[in-house]
Each structure stands twice: as structure tokens, then as C-alpha cells.
């Protein structure tokens, strides 16, 4: 006898990745993940970084399915995580007749960095369908001295189709700490009423954020410098941009139409923290689009409209 759709039992993923620094200056990994997550090969950037792309084989999540994502960078390793393709949340409200309130689907990230590790967690975007339920956590813990990048694009509906969230709900709790100062906390709810709110997303689908942790205080001029090419860098591109100051490091929002423009600034951003911290220039990660690489690289208009906010 097989099962029906009300009797399919979700999806348990997990990666579980420790970076520590070789004796040759790169950074190696020790670790594995569980189906439907799945850790493609890896390889070292040109200033010895480990460079994992991460994928998804069940091509999706549906009402119950979880993932779990836990990383742990030892002391001056450098590590960098991607995702090969978009992450999709199918809908759950109204589809079971055991269940028609729908389920949640969740997805977690730990991450624990010591003292001088530097680790990027940048995925491609999340797409939540109509009548889906996403609750997303992000717990990161870093000693003094280390250095996190993160970013989260997460589109509300699949509007090519004239589609919005519905009747679903997205979640989202943020909370990065060094040692025991809490340096951002955030809880986010967003279903139908928020999304036209002008204090939600005012009509729009798609929200980013990107925070970087900087391992030190910069000085005011470093940081003034890097804030001003960052609003510098929304040009040519659609949606409502704002970035300012973390203790130590820098906040970015993104709430518009494209996805492909937050990507966009979000790269040119990862370029600046790159540079202030005098590594090497980021490539266009090769799971990413390709055409969207000349529009990065060069700062191109990605479309003719151009708005933004401090």
C-alpha cells in the first residue's frame, strides 16, 4: 500500500560543517548532510577559502519538512557557503484534508565562530508559495575577533504568476551574539495583512537583509566611507534600499520588486567589507546566475528605475 499526500512523511535534512585552517594556509572541512540536504564539491578560492555550495535535491519544501544547518568555524579559518539554487516553500494551507490549517515548514541555521574565523553564509533566495507556512531560525555566536556575513532574500509569492502570499505566513527569528553582548535581535511575522501595509512591505514581494559582524571596530572615517559607497552602489537599481551602522559592522535592507536587484547591491556590498578588510576580491559564485555577473561586476542598471532611502 502506498501512501497518500495526507500520509507522506516530511523531510529531515541536516548539514553539519566544521572549518578549520590546514598548515598550507587554506581551510579545510570535516562534516556530512543528511537527504535531501546535500554538500556538493567544494573547492579553495585563491586566498585559501573553502568554498561549499549546498543543494537541495528534493527541489523543495512542503508543510513538515525541516532542515537543519550547523557550522562551526575554528580560530582564522575562512569559509564561505552558498546554495545552488533557489529555495522553494510549497503551499500548505488548504492542500490536506487531515490537516487543512496547513503545516509549517522550518528551516534552522547555528553557527558558531571562534575567536579570528571568518565565515559567509550568503544562499540564493527563499520563495515562499501561496498558502505556504515558513518558520526560519538564525542563531550566531561569535568569539571576539570574528567575522560574519549574512544574507536572507526571500520573495512572497510567485509574482511572475500574479501570485502573493495568500493565505500563508512567513517567520523569521534572527539573533546574532559575541560573547555576551547581544548584537542583533529580530522577530519578523509577515502574512496578507502585512504585505500592503505601508509599514510592511508596502505592496512589494520581496524583502533582503545583509549583516556583517566585523571582527573590529572600524574607524569612523573606514566606516563613513563604507556606508556611503554602499548607498553609492543602489544605483541603477529597483527597490527601497537603506544600510547603516552595527556595533562593529553594518546593516542592509532591501524591499522591492526584484530579487535580482537585491542580489545585486548585496554583491557589490560583499565587494566593499571584502576590501575594507584588505582580502581578496569575491568571485560571482557559480551556482548564482551567470548573466547577472557583468551587472555586478560592472555596475550596470539592472532596470531603468532607481529608488532608495538612507
Aim: with cysteine; hydrophobic share 40%.
Amino acid at each position: 500500500m502506498t501512501d497518500t499526500p495526507d500520509q507522506m512523511q516530511p523531510w529531515r535534512g541536516s548539514v553539519s560543517l566544521r572549518f578549520a585552517p590546514a598548515a598550507n594556509g587554506t581551510t579545510q572541512w570535516q562534516g556530512g548532510a543528511r537527504s535531501p540536504l546535500k554538500l556538493l564539491r567544494h573547492f579553495t578560492a585563491g586566498d585559501g577559502r573553502c568554498v561549499m555550495p549546498l543543494l537541495h535535491t528534493a527541489g523543495g519544501l512542503v508543510g513538515g519538512d525541516q532542515l537543519e544547518i550547523g557550522l562551526h568555524a575554528a580560530a582564522g579559518s575562512r569559509s564561505f557557503l552558498t546554495s545552488v539554487a533557489a529555495q522553494k516553500i510549497y503551499g500548505s494551507r488548504g492542500r490536506s484534508r487531515v490537516q487543512p490549517q496547513g503545516r509549517w515548514a522550518q528551516i534552522s541555521l547555528q553557527a558558531e565562530l571562534e575567536a579570528g574565523a571568518d565565515l559567509e553564509w550568503l544562499p540564493q533566495e527563499t520563495v515562499v508559495f501561496a498558502g505556504a507556512l515558513l518558520e526560519q531560525q538564525q542563531q550566531i555566536s561569535l568569539e571576539p575577533g570574528a567575522s560574519w556575513l549574512g544574507a536572507d532574500v526571500v520573495r512572497l509569492g510567485r509574482t511572475a504568476r500574479g501570485e502573493d502570499l495568500g493565505a500563508g505566513r512567513f517567520c523569521n527569528s534572527l539573533s546574532i551574539r559575541r560573547g555576551e553582548q547581544w548584537a542583533v535581535v529580530e522577530r519578523l511575522s509577515l502574512e496578507q495583512e502585512q504585505l500592503h501595509h505601508p509599514h510592511g512591505m508596502g505592496g512589494e514581494p520581496v524583502l533582503g537583509t545583509l549583516i556583517w559582524i566585523a571582527p573590529e571596530p572600524l574607524a569612523s572615517e573606514q566606516l563613513t566611507e563604507l556606508l556611503e559607497g554602499g548607498r553609492a552602489d543602489r544605483e541603477g537599481l529597483s527597490g527601497t534600499m537603506a544600510i547603516g551602522a552595527l556595533e562593529p559592522g553594518l546593516i542592509a535592507r532591501y524591499r522591492g520588486g526584484s530579487s535580482q536587484a537585491a542580489r545585486l547591491w548585496f554583491f557589490r556590498l560583499w565587494r566593499r567589507i571584502r576590501a575594507v578588510q584588505g582580502l581578496s576580491e569575491p568571485s560571482w559564485p557559480r551556482t548564482w546566475p551567470f548573466q547577472e555577473a557583468e551587472l555586478a561586476l560592472n555596475r550596470e542598471p539592472a532596470t531603468a528605475a532607481t529608488t532608495g532611502a538612507r
